[in-house]
């Protein structure tokens, strides 16, 4: 276990780090001194950014799992607590992006989106927290979006995961605040993640796609997942040792 870095001797779950923002997130906390163990159910994308990981002198393990199944979550962690025994930090990240109006949606894409988005967060939550409370305290870190504030067209699926995302964050700081356990949303605005070029893409003309989405953004641009992995790292960190139910906005402006 790593002495050195803001997040030296801790354990981080990062959930959806085998891409785009977890992965950042991974490589960075690792560098910070963090052990991480990456949860994904992208085997192989998972399995390179662990060999980053460990190449930079980190240490991490690859945890296979999608993250809406509560057997495989219950694994996960016990995979956690078998290898270091302990687990500091908690960054539920992983999420998928539905589109289309509500009389469009199947009943499937309803269910899946909210299994996937915050289903998810609830289960990495509850398998967690005992450890925190045996150990005194503990750091949890939601992935929702700037939608949560400020809607978009033709995303209220997605929205209203995000939303939930925002009250959970809220509700589970104030429940868990007397036992030490920060917990806070990571708000992101329109970021450069192969989920998104993924979308531009499927839109057909991916340049005026990315013209329309820059515009939504004042700072003019779109934001990189290092730029959301270092605002993670700030609200994972002791750095934010007075930070619980924030929604950290870090969106270039988007929702103003
Ligand atoms: N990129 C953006 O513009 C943006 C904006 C706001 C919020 N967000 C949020 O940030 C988070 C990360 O987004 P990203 O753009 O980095 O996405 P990404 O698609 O680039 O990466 C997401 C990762 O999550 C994994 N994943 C998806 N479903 C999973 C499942 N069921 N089980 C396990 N792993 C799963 C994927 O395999 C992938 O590695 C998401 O919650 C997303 O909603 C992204």
């Given at each position: 276990?790593?002495?050195?870095?803001?997040?030296?001797?801790?354990?981080?779950?990062?959930t959806?780090?085998?891409?785009?923002?977890?992965?950042?997130?991974?490589?960075?906390?690792?560098?910070?001194g963090?052990?991480?163990?990456?949860?994904?159910?992208?085997?192989?994308?998972?399995?390179?950014?662990?060999?980053?990981?460990?190449?930079?002198?980190?240490?991490?393990?690859?945890?296979?799992?999608?993250?809406?199944?509560?057997?495989?979550?219950?694994r996960?962690?016990?995979?956690v607590?078998?290898?270091?025994?302990?687990?500091?930090?908690?960054?539920?990240?992983?999420?998928?992006?539905?589109?289309?109006?509500?009389?469009?949606?199947?009943?499937?894409?309803?269910?899946?989106?909210?299994?996937?988005?915050?289903?998810?967060?609830?289960?990495?939550?509850?398998?967690?927290?005992?450890?925190?409370?045996?150990?005194?305290?503990?750091?949890?870190?939601?992935t929702?979006?700037?939608?949560?504030?400020?809607?978009?067209?033709?995303?209220?699926?997605?929205?209203?995961t995000?939303?939930?995302?925002?009250?959970?964050?809220?509700?589970?700081?104030?429940?868990?605040?007397?036992?030490?356990?920060?917990?806070?949303?990571?708000?992101?605005?329109?970021?450069?993640?192969?989920?998104?070029?993924?979308r531009?893409?499927?839109?057909?003309?991916?340049?005026?796609?990315?013209?329309?989405?820059?515009?939504?953004?004042?700072l003019?641009?779109?934001?990189?997942?290092?730029?959301?992995?270092?605002?993670?790292?700030?609200?994972?960190?002791?750095?934010?040792?007075?930070?619980?139910?924030?929604a950290f906005?870090?969106?270039?402006?988007?929702?103003?």
């Open positions: 276990m790593s002495t050195e870095g803001k997040l030296a001797g801790k354990v981080a779950v990062i959806g780090s085998a891409a785009g923002i977890g992965r950042a997130s991974s490589l960075l906390f690792a560098k910070e963090a052990s991480v163990a990456a949860v994904d159910c992208d085997q192989a994308g998972n399995a390179g950014l662990v060999e980053e990981i460990r190449r930079n002198g980190g240490i991490a393990e690859a945890l296979t799992a999608d993250v809406s199944s509560a057997e495989e979550v219950e996960a962690v016990q995979q607590m078998a290898r270091w025994n302990k687990v500091d930090i908690l960054f539920n990240n992983a999420g998928i992006v539905g589109g289309g109006k509500v009389h469009t949606l199947t009943e499937e894409e309803w269910d899946r989106s909210f299994a996937i988005n915050v289903k998810s967060m609830f289960l990495f939550s509850r398998a967690v927290i005992p450890a925190f409370l045996q150990q005194g305290g503990g750091v949890i870190l939601n929702s979006s700037t939608t949560a504030f400020r809607v978009v067209a033709d995303r209220a699926l997605y929205t209203a995000k939303g939930a995302i925002y009250s959970l964050t809220k509700s589970m700081a104030i429940d868990y605040a007397a036992d030490r356990i920060r917990v806070n949303c990571l708000c992101p605005g329109t970021t450069d993640t192969p989920s998104l070029r993924a531009l893409s499927a839109r057909g003309n991916t340049e005026e796609m990315t013209k329309q989405f820059i515009a939504r953004q004042p003019g641009r779109l934001g990189t997942a290092e730029e959301m992995a270092k605002a993670a790292l700030y609200l994972v960190s002791d750095d934010a040792s007075f930070v619980t139910g924030s906005q870090i969106d270039g402006g988007m929702s103003l």
